[in-house]
């Protein structure tokens, strides 16, 4: 029989009054379990039409300040935070059969964030930065592959690298928060915090 927490609840929500501090402890547990990207997590946007949009992306930064992620600044999921600065996250670890739903406001990174970012990465990452137009239509594959040899032909020196000014990261502050746990007879279990001033606000919700 599984132990429960003070609001009856699987004891892997534990009783924590901040839900960063949850997501701390769930994401370490599935770094352990899932094979591949564990800080994978799907990013809802609207444009200005109000049309939604969904797409897969990283988590590279967690603070107090919110959840961190880095793309081009002209791609569409940008262009849509531009104009519509709110955003849903969603993480999903079939192998812990557990999910947290993120909502919230959303702002561009500093550009001394961005830039500690970027020189993190790999070489041939930071090269793609600069050849890719993320999303634009491509004519053949080749001119992409041309581009990332005339940008290493440009900075052959993998230590001096600057970062595009089109390329930084969005950091989503969080206003709520759900955590869910599966159950094989969807009975699942599920937590919501929401943020009421600057205090976390704790509800169970039904499946």
Known sequence: MNQKNSLGLD???KDLD?????????LA???????NDPNALSLATTNNKNEPSVRMVLLKGLSKKGFVFYTNLNSPKSSDLKKNPKA????HWKSLQRQIRIFGNIN????????TYFNSRPYKSRI?????DQSKVMNKREEFLKKIDEFKKKYKDKN???RPK??????????SIEFWVGDQYRIHERLKYSKVSNNWKKEILYP
């Open 11 to 13: 004891s892997c929500f």
């Open 18 to 26: 901040d839900p960063l501090a949850l997501f701390t402890i769930w």
């Open 29 to 35: 547990e599935a770094e352990k379990k899932e094979i």
């Open 88 to 91: 849903e996250m969603c993480f």
């Open 108 to 115: 561009q990174v500093s550009d001394e964030e961005a830039d």
């Open 128 to 132: 793609g930065a600069w050849a890719s």
């Open 160 to 162: 001096n690298l600057p």
């Open 166 to 175: 089109h390329w930084s990261g969005w950091c989503l502050n969080p206003l």
